[in-house]
């Protein structure tokens, strides 16, 4: 009886921790829908500079980029890198007009979109 209620809980306790993960996931999928949206409806472009780039066990890159004097840091994946750029390069960024904070590089499929 014993065995039969610490293996009730752990497949509780497991259901618990995989639905977590799964509301995370739909979290961070509508946050990427509104910041394309965003990005979408008025966008301005502006030159950034990659400052950290991995393409080991994922494809991460962070980009500095300055609007209006104002500096924001990009953090986020890549798609393609037909340039071959890397950490020290220069690249295109694409960032809402109304929330300069919000942006997408050119090497994100969504970019051109």
Do not use: C
Not at 35 to 47: A, D, Q, V
Not at 87 to 111: F, H, M, N, Q, W
């Amino acid at each position: 009886m014993e065995k039969l209620k610490v293996s009730l809980t752990l497949l509780v306790i497991s259901g618990l921790f995989i639905y977590g993960l799964y509301l995370l996931e739909i979290n961070r999928e509508m946050k990427d829908k509104e910041r394309l949206k965003f990005i979408k409806e008025r966008s301005g472009y502006s030159r950034g500079l990659i400052t950290s780039f991995h393409s080991y066990k994922g494809r991460t890159l962070t980009v500095k980029y300055k609007v209006d004097n104002n500096e924001y840091e990009y953090n986020n994946g890549w798609d393609q890198n037909t340039q071959r750029l890397g950490e020290g390069d220069s690249i295109t960024v694409r960032y809402s007009i109304e929330r300069p904070d919000l942006a997408i590089t050119e090497l994100e499929e969504e970019y051109n979109d």
